[in-house]
Structure formats: structure tokens, C-alpha cells
């Protein structure tokens, strides 16, 4: 691999906080490059916040502890960012969205979208998805134990010895 040098490169924007906005301790609000970074009117930022430059926040957000929100994001109005979302460089978060706690955005977010995890999907979505990840992870340990078996008899036996996955990875009742 090269080396290489990096640039500074100065910062000719202005951040623009406008009225009953509440920015608690420890945010980080960049400057924009050329244009203002906006906080909109109401908006409630908690503890622990990075936001970067050239971003617009809607008015009467919510954002709460850990939120990072990469440069020249947008979010609407009254959206809500739950403790350590994420959001990519250059995304939009459409007016109303929730983003629960742990979400990590790459891509657009519709008005009034309700997501999480990664990739964000709809709360019924997403408990869906993480259920047939608990499921592959159980059909794994039978097929280990059927290939670790030297016969039928034996593979039931391991089957008898498999333990239950545990919270979050409850098994269904027979």
C-alpha cells in the first residue's frame, strides 16, 4: 500500500440552531462545508450525539443518546431516533419515521415508517427475520449432530441431548 497525506480542508458554513431546541452534553454538531448545518425548531437532542456537516434536522425531533448521523442527512418532521441509530452519509428520513433503538440506515426512510436492526425493517419484519435466524441456528446443531452420529439410534440419542436455545431463542411449544 502508498502513503498518502491528508488535507485539511477548512469549513466555510455555519451551524444554525434555531429556537427551544435542547442540545445536551457532549453533542457534536459540525459546521457545513459551504452551506449551514440546521437544527430545526423543538428538536430535543440528548446526550452523546454526533451530527455531521451540512445536515438538515427537521423540526421537533427527537434524538436520543448515541444517534450518529453522518453529513448531509436529512430527517423530517417529528421523527424520533432511538439510542444508537445510525445513519449513513447523504439519507433522508422522511416526516414521522421512527427509528428504534440500534437501526442502522444506508438508504432512504419513508414518512411514518416505523423500522429497526439492520437492514431496517418493520418491527413485525424484523421479529420475523431474527426467528428464522433462531431457526437455521437449531437445524445447524441437528444436522451437526446427525453428521457426528454413527447411526440412527445414536442420532436420536444426540437429539435427546440437544438443549433449548435460551432466551431470545425461545423454542415453540409442540
Known sequence: PGTFESLKIPHAGIVIVEDDVEIGSNVCIDRGLLNATRIGKGTKIDNLVQIGHNCEIGRHNIIISLVGISGTSKTGKNVILAGQTGIADHTTIGDGAILMAGTKVAGEVPAQAKVM???????????????????????KRILKSAQSASDFEEFKQK????????????????
Open 117 to 139: 436492526g439492520y437492514p431496517p425493517l418493520s418491527r413485525g419484519d424484523f421479529w420475523k427475520w431474527t426467528s428464522c435466524l433462531m431457526d437455521l441456528t437449531l437445524v
Open 159 to 174: 437429539m435427546s441431548e440437544l438443549k433449548p436455545l435460551g432466551w431470545p431463542f425461545k423454542q415453540k411449544d409442540d
